[in-house]
């Protein structure tokens, strides 16, 4: 099976296969303008909690003007009331007959002309999108603080639980590929984005598709931000930044095993100095509260392609040793994501 943008499946080493078509975009488009995006509130809520409503809706050639000369995409033609999700809901999507869903809130003081960066947040199995958006457990929402358009993804129900993998011996599935190519799609043509500032975080069997997507699909994502997963296979296109966290005590996805080969394949591909022997305790800082970050860059990295890696003990927690940073992690992502220089 060829994995789109990939080399031949076969090149990849069968211990550690795992994880790519895409929707009709106009059809997908036009049904959910028509249908205000299955169940939205009709008026979007943004991330400061604001509703947006009695913003402005020109769709004039001015405004698609001003976003085509400002690198904004199809979107950015004025209308800052978009269609966002419910604050405990979702969007849905058609994605080659099945129906996908995913969260989405706007960024603070979007207005339609100003192109923003991008979010996407990939939850572990047995969660669920907006899980890993809460307080609960990613907190991902509080650490991006409306900087950016927040999408959660949502995966499909396999083996009783919703995830992105069936197990940790399997593959990443095609139709997860063309979920996240259809959104993308979809953001593009109703939403003001910054396509040159999309960036993906996860956790767990979460950020072992997002290793895939940084592989896969390098020319849509400049950051990646895998938490406790293992990845990517190869088959990679470009360059991608990445800020890596683990607990290296973690048993469900061993450090030793998954995460400093992670560790490893992205200081290779960005072109950074040998990272020497494998840390094997937390790094200095909080690990809790993560002030100071538990963190640290790799040198000689591309300038335009960093890498970081924060090393945490997280084994006093209810959830476990592979439990996320919810205190710290969305946000260390996201200011790592925001301070990387544009690319052509």
């Not at 129906?99 to 706007?106: D, I, N, T, V």
């Not at 690990?287 to 990295?301: N, R």
Request: with cysteine; charged share 15%; proline share 7%.
């Amino acid at each position: 099976m060829l994995l789109p943008g990939s080399a031949d499946a076969s090149q990849r080493s069968p211990a550690s296969r795992r994880l790519g078509a895409t929707a009709n975009a106009a059809l997908l488009v036009g049904s959910l303008l028509a249908s205000g995006c299955g169940g939205g509130t009709g008026w979007p809520i943004r991330a400061d909690g604001s509703s947006g409503k009695g913003a402005g809706g020109d769709t004039g050639t001015a405004a698609e003007t001003s976003a085509a000369g400002s690198g904004g995409t199809p979107g950015c033609n004025g209308n800052a009331t978009p269609p966002t999700s419910p604050s405990n809901g979702y969007l849905t999507i058609d994605v080659n007959g099945t129906s996908r869903q995913y969260a989405l809130e706007l960024s603070t003081g979007y207005d339609g002309r100003t192109p923003q960066p991008v979010l996407f947040a990939l939850h572990g199995n047995g969660a669920t999108a907006q899980n890993f958006l809460g307080s609960g457990y990613g907190n991902v929402r509080a650490g991006l603080a409306g900087r950016a358009i927040l999408v959660g993804l949502e995966g499909l129900s396999r083996n009783g639980q919703t995830g992105w993998l069936a197990n940790i011996s399997s593959d990443i599935e095609q139709v997860d590929y063309d979920f996240f190519d259809a959104v993308v799609t979809q953001l593009e043509a109703i939403y003001c984005i910054d396509p040159r500032r999309m960036f993906a975080i996860g956790h767990g069997a979460g950020a072992y598709f997002v290793n895939q997507l940084g592989c896969l699909r390098s020319s849509v994502l400049r950051g990646v931000a895998p938490f406790a997963g293992g990845g990517p296979d190869g088959g990679c296109g470009g360059k991608v930044a990445a800020f890596i966290g683990w607990n290296p005590y973690e048993t469900v996805v061993a450090w030793s095993t998954f995460g400093w080969p992670t560790t490893q394949f992205w200081t290779n591909r960005n072109g950074c100095s040998d990272p020497g022997v494998m840390p094997t305790a937390p790094y200095p800082g909080d690990g809790t509260a993560g002030d100071p970050l538990p963190c640290q860059a790799f040198a000689g990295c591309d300038p335009n392609y960093p890498v970081s890696l924060c090393l945490y003990d997280y084994s006093d927690r209810l959830d476990g040793n592979d439990a996320f940073p919810l205190q710290w992690g969305g946000r260390a992502a996201t200011d790592f994501f925001l301070a990387l220089p544009n690319v052509p």
